[in-house]
């Protein structure tokens, strides 16, 4: 059974970090492109970044380029999500996901190819 487990958020100021992590248990890491996603309440859950299997492929949701960062270290069987100068509308519930797909550099931006997710962890920020 593949388990994915979030940690690192939290409470926050406008302009502050967090380092949101996410481990991978039950399965093989390395053969999973990981996501993150975010919901807010009474909206629907967004991409937020992907990486692919090797770390060679990342992709942002627009609102997050230049701000947050996603990286992995296969070694460790956890992905990471490096979020800067957060903002108010940051604030959201936050799920890791794990797509098992053959393809190297495949970062999915959608929902549907992701099999198994974790549980969330709250990011609240507050101006």
Known sequence: QVVLVES???????????????????????????GWFRQAPGKEREFVAAIGKSGGTT??????????????DNAKNTAYLQMNSLKPEDTAVYYCAA????????AQVTTSPYEYWGQGTQVTVSS
């Open 8 to 34: 690192g958020g939290g409470s926050v100021q406008t302009g502050d970090s967090l380092r949101l992590s996410c481990t991978v248990s039950g399965g093989t890491f390395s053969s999973y492109a990981m």
């Open 59 to 72: 992709r942002y949701l627009d609102l997050v380029k230049g701000r947050f960062t996603i990286s992995r």
């Open 99 to 106: 797509d098992e797909t053959q393809f190297m550099n495949y």
